[in-house]
């Protein structure tokens, strides 16, 4: 009986007959483990190799990891020997440099330890020079123009401050060795060496700030850096039917179910069976490699779920959501489900981001070691400490507004900004009710002409350490919001590589602290007391900044109006928003600061463009097949069923024939449909044709070629609504969302 089943309807039997997964985890009610006794089995960072390395050999190696200096490459042989034995006793056969190129994910090339000595025999090897480097082919990965494609000569290159893992997989393991990409004259190919460059920028500034005010043995500043992931689970019987999903990652057409989020029961309800068996196993990957998931709830819309990490350095955290995004989709597939990364894979429920929570702190040998940069103290010194570096991000978002908004430009992206559940595409800082009050008290000079550690105490920041985590609201409707000791960049899309979003925002407080330490030495030539000239060159930066400041409702339609009053940028579109990347202003930043040169930078744009481009076309293509193939087929059929009932009925002599007036109805909506897929593949020909000019193309697709992607769905969603549901080819969204 089964086989005469649509695929549709064995799809949903089988989901519904489908029992729990265990989770493929050693560890049980008659075997307990700790997950303490399991975390980063399957890593060897530095903590790993102090008992196997010399001495000297690990005081190097740490200096290369803590004070970001040059690896020595005379301990490479004797480093690669100890990782060597480490991995070959835990059964790996290979080794990769595991890297990100720009395509947002990551990409690796595996060798085998085998070699054979001068007697031919077998034996594991692997050397310094193995460890340190390796070369992949540079020519087949997105170059934005820096490369041709004949130039295929490029270099990996081991990054020591994360640590090397293995990947585990049926049969298989590989030691992985992250790693930054770069062609053969030095240019960065990758998201990670602008990311490790941007984070010794905003070290160097960030040390020569303290310097200037007194707060000497820093050692280095770094970023710290956690990533809430969102995401859907959905079942891989409908995710294989559904053509969209597969090709584009997010579903062309599909009507609104009855029942949506609307309840509001979802958000922080009790995680499913099955759902929860995935996820544990996720989580007990991701220990294994390192990586410290501790949160796990439902999200707002059906089936989307959230995990997020505890804070870490910003270039491992990197490397961790990446992994985080690799093992969510590989462990999905053991238990029937599907993990959907895409910002809106269903229309008209939440879409799913990635909340960057993002600060700075200290490296010392003295009691500065671990000090957050954006948490007040306990001394009038160290508040206004804390003013200043606040000031200092201000300044930066305000100053490159509509950069930090380029990365966050994706196709994906802007189906979720601006939407009910995400921040719109101004950017915007929240800083909470009590900071506001400081900030506008401090701009309006109302400190008096007291001391600064006096006017701390008359400003109540003496008092902030003691409420240090409450005392701002948290604000979901904002872009970047103070959330208490850090700040939290929730405009970024949930498929992305962070690399570049961070790297952004590294590069444009970097700049707004060289600028400040600038208006501090003027400052100090007439001012005593250091404290003093600091609280004035504060004042002045949150003068310059209320514009780029907002308290309110980041949803609301008066908002946008309010910000254009406010002379804020506000580029809804991608191609528009990617055009920042290439302004004078953001070349001049990337090159002053060394973090990218011209042709980088042009790279950077041209990519992102180019991908814009693939994607919006391949959601044409995929959108007409799906009207050509599926859609209308389905309405014919229905069509012809009803004007066959109609015609039954008319020779039965039935004076009332129901089914006339839905066949009329029916091929009026199956006409528009004809009508409006054949303006889709006129767009689809425009769009090609227009391959020579990158932005000439972008701007139809975004324009034309996004309304012509609107109507067919409008009029495939009213077929579906109207149209017998055992003719309707694809998985519902009600079938998706609330499986059986």
Same mark, same amino acid.
């Given at each position: 009986m089964?086989?005469?089943?649509?695929?549709?309807a064995?799809?949903?039997r089988?989901?519904s007959t489908?029992?729990?997964?265990?989770p493929h985890?050693?560890?049980?009610?008659?075997n307990?483990?700790p997950?303490?006794?399991?975390?980063?089995?399957n890593?060897?960072?530095?903590?790993q190799?102090r008992d196997?390395?010399p001495k000297d050999?690990?005081v190097?190696?740490?200096a290369?990891?803590r004070?970001?200096k040059k690896l020595?490459?005379?301990?490479?042989?004797?480093v690669? !020997?100890?990782?060597?034995e480490?991995?070959?006793a835990r059964g790996?056969?290979?080794?990769?440099?595991?890297?990100?190129?720009?395509t947002?994910?990551?990409?690796e090339?595996?060798?085998?330890f085998?070699?054979f000595?001068?007697?031919?025999?077998?034996?594991?090897?692997?050397?310094?020079?193995?460890?340190?480097q390796?070369?992949p082919?540079?020519?087949s990965?997105?170059?934005?123009g820096l490369?041709?494609?004949?130039?295929a000569?490029?270099?990996?290159?081991?990054?020591?401050?994360?640590?090397v893992?293995?990947?585990?997989s049926?049969g298989?393991?590989?030691?992985?060795?992250p790693?930054v990409f770069?062609g053969?004259?030095?240019?960065?190919?990758?998201?990670?060496t602008p990311l490790?460059?941007?984070?010794?920028?905003?070290?160097?500034?960030s040390m020569?700030l303290?310097?200037?005010?007194?707060? !000497?043995?820093?050692l280095r500043?770094?970023?710290?850096?956690g990533?809430? !992931?969102?995401?859907?689970?959905? @079942? /891989?019987e409908?995710f294989?039917?559904?053509?969209d999903?597969v090709m584009?990652? /997010?579903t062309?057409?599909?009507?609104p179910p009855?029942r949506?989020?609307q309840?509001e029961?979802h958000?922080?309800g009790?995680?499913?069976?099955?759902?929860?068996?995935c996820?544990?196993e996720?989580?007990?990957?991701?220990?294994?490699l390192?990586v410290?998931i501790?949160?796990?709830?439902?999200?707002?819309?059906?089936?989307?779920?959230?995990m997020?990490?505890v804070?870490?350095?910003? @270039?491992i955290?990197?490397?961790?959501?990446?992994?985080?995004m690799?093992?969510l989709?590989?462990v999905?597939h053991?238990?029937?489900?599907q993990?959907?990364?895409?910002?809106?894979?269903f229309?008209?429920?939440?879409?799913s981001?990635k909340?960057?929570?993002?600060s700075?702190?200290?490296?010392? @040998?003295n009691?500065?070691?671990?000090v957050n940069?954006?948490k007040?103290g306990?001394t009038?010194h160290?508040?206004?400490?804390?003013?200043?570096?606040l000031?200092?991000?201000l300044?930066?978002?305000h100053?490159?507004?509509?950069l930090i908004r380029s990365?966050?430009?994706?196709s994906?992206?802007?189906?979720? %900004?601006?939407a009910?559940?995400?921040?719109?595409a101004?950017?915007?800082?929240?800083?909470?009710?009590?900071?506001t009050?400081v900030?506008?008290?401090?701009?309006?000079g109302?400190t008096g002409?007291q001391?600064a550690?006096?006017?701390m105490i008359q400003?109540g920041?003496?008092k902030?350490p003691e409420?240090?985590k409450?005392?701002?609201?948290r604000n979901?409707?904002?872009?970047?919001a103070?959330t208490?000791?850090?700040?939290?960049f929730?405009?970024?899309?949930s498929?992305?590589s962070?690399a570049?979003?961070?790297m952004?925002l590294?590069?444009?407080?970097?700049d707004a602290?060289g600028?400040l330490?600038?208006?501090l030495?003027?400052e100090?030539?007439n001012?005593?007391?250091?404290?003093?000239?600091?609280l004035?060159?504060?004042?002045?930066a949150?003068k310059?900044t209320k514009?780029i400041?907002f308290?309110?409702?980041?949803?609301?339609d008066?908002?946008?109006?309010e910000?254009?009053?406010?002379?804020l940028p506000?580029?809804? /579109?991608t191609p528009?928003?990617?055009?920042?990347?290439?302004?004078?202003?953001s070349?001049?930043?990337?090159?002053s600061?060394?973090?990218?040169s011209?042709e980088?930078v042009?790279?950077r744009?041209?990519?992102r %463009?180019?991908r814009?481009?693939? @994607?919006?076309l391949?959601?044409?293509?995929?959108?007409?097949?799906l009207?050509d193939?599926?859609?209308?087929?389905a309405?014919?059929?229905?069509?012809? &069923?009803?004007a066959?009932?109609?015609a039954?009925a008319?020779?039965?002599?039935?004076?009332?024939a129901? !089914?006339?007036?839905a066949?009329?109805d029916t091929?009026?909506?199956?006409a528009?449909?004809?009508?409006?897929?054949?303006?889709?593949?006129?767009?689809?020909?425009?769009?090609e044709?227009l391959?020579?000019d990158?932005e000439?193309?972008a701007k139809?697709?975004?324009?034309s070629?996004a309304?012509a992607?609107? &109507?067919?769905r409008e009029t495939?969603?009213?077929?579906?609504?109207?149209m017998?549901?055992s003719?309707?080819p694809?998985?519902?969204y009600?079938e998706m969302?609330?499986?059986?």
């Amino acid at each position: 009986m089964s086989s005469s089943l649509s695929p549709r309807a064995a799809a949903i039997r089988a989901i519904s007959t489908r029992s729990v997964t265990a989770p493929h985890i050693p560890v049980s009610s008659d075997n307990p483990i700790p997950a303490s006794e399991y975390f980063g089995i399957n890593t060897f960072g530095a903590r790993q190799m102090r008992d196997k390395l010399p001495k000297d050999v690990y005081v190097k190696l740490v200096a290369a990891i803590r004070l970001g200096k040059k690896l020595d490459i005379e301990i490479a042989p004797t480093v690669a !020997q100890v990782i060597k034995e480490w991995a070959v006793a835990r059964g790996v056969t290979h080794f990769c440099h595991w890297f990100q190129p720009q395509t947002g994910l990551t990409a690796e090339k595996h060798d085998a330890f085998l070699n054979f000595d001068e007697n031919k025999t077998a034996v594991e090897q692997f050397t310094g020079d193995q460890l340190i480097q390796s070369e992949p082919d540079a020519s087949s990965f997105p170059s934005g123009g820096l490369r041709a494609t004949w130039e295929a000569r490029g270099y990996t290159a081991w990054n020591p401050a994360s640590p090397v893992f293995i990947m585990e997989s049926p049969g298989a393991k590989t030691l992985c060795i992250p790693s930054v990409f770069i062609g053969y004259h030095g240019e960065a190919l990758d998201e990670m060496t602008p990311l490790l460059r941007s984070s010794e920028v905003l070290s160097r500034k960030s040390m020569e700030l303290l310097e200037l005010i007194g707060d !000497q043995g820093a050692l280095r500043v770094v970023t710290t850096l956690g990533a809430e !992931q969102e995401y859907f689970l959905i @079942d /891989r019987e409908h995710f294989a039917l559904r053509p969209d999903l597969v090709m584009a990652g /997010r579903t062309l057409i599909g009507a609104p179910p009855p029942r949506g989020q609307q309840l509001e029961d979802h958000y922080f309800g009790g995680i499913p069976e099955r759902v929860l068996a995935c996820i544990a196993e996720v989580e007990y990957e991701l220990y294994k490699l390192g990586v410290p998931i501790v949160t796990r709830h439902n999200e707002v819309a059906p089936c989307q779920f959230e995990m997020a990490p505890v804070f870490e350095e910003t @270039d491992i955290a990197v490397d961790h959501n990446q992994l985080v995004m690799t093992i969510l989709k590989k462990v999905a597939h053991r238990h029937g489900l599907q993990a959907l990364l895409a910002e809106k894979p269903f229309a008209g429920i939440n879409g799913s981001g990635k909340h960057c929570n993002w600060s700075m702190a200290i490296a010392a @040998d003295n009691d500065l070691d671990g000090v957050n940069l954006l948490k007040p103290g306990k001394t009038p010194h160290q508040n206004i400490r804390f003013l200043f570096v606040l000031a200092a991000v201000l300044k930066g978002v305000h100053k490159h507004a509509g950069l930090i908004r380029s990365g966050i430009a994706t196709s994906g992206n802007e189906h979720r %900004l601006g939407a009910n559940e995400a921040p719109p595409a101004i950017i915007s800082v929240f800083m909470g009710d009590m900071l506001t009050r400081v900030i506008d008290d401090i701009a309006a000079g109302k400190t008096g002409k007291q001391g600064a550690a006096q006017a701390m105490i008359q400003l109540g920041v003496a008092k902030l350490p003691e409420v240090a985590k409450d005392n701002t609201d948290r604000n979901r409707t904002s872009p970047f919001a103070f959330t208490g000791a850090k700040f939290e960049f929730r405009a970024v899309g949930s498929s992305q590589s962070i690399a570049f979003p961070v790297m952004l925002l590294n590069a444009t407080v970097a700049d707004a602290i060289g600028e400040l330490i600038g208006s501090l030495r003027k400052e100090l030539k007439n001012t005593a007391s250091k404290e003093d000239a600091m609280l004035k060159v504060v004042r002045d930066a949150f003068k310059e900044t209320k514009n780029i400041r907002f308290e309110g409702n980041n949803y609301a339609d008066a908002w946008v109006t309010e910000a254009k009053k406010r002379g804020l940028p506000n580029f809804r /579109r991608t191609p528009e928003a990617l055009g920042q990347i290439v302004t004078k202003q953001s070349v001049d930043l990337f090159t002053s600061l060394g973090i990218l040169s011209k042709e980088e930078v042009e790279s950077r744009y041209h990519i992102r %463009l180019e991908r814009y481009i693939k @994607d919006m076309l391949i959601e044409l293509h995929t959108l007409a097949e799906l009207a050509d193939t599926m859609v209308l087929p389905a309405g014919y059929g229905y069509l012809g &069923s009803l004007a066959a009932a109609a015609a039954n009925a008319k020779r039965a002599g039935i004076k009332v024939a129901p !089914q006339l007036k839905a066949a009329n109805d029916t091929g009026k909506v199956v006409a528009t449909l004809q009508k409006r897929t054949a303006d889709l593949h006129a767009v689809i020909a425009k769009a090609e044709s227009l391959h020579h000019d990158p932005e000439k193309q972008a701007k139809l697709l975004t324009s034309s070629g996004a309304d012509a992607m609107a &109507s067919v769905r409008e009029t495939s969603d009213a077929l579906e609504l109207s149209m017998a549901d055992s003719l309707w080819p694809l998985p519902r969204y009600r079938e998706m969302l609330f499986p059986v």
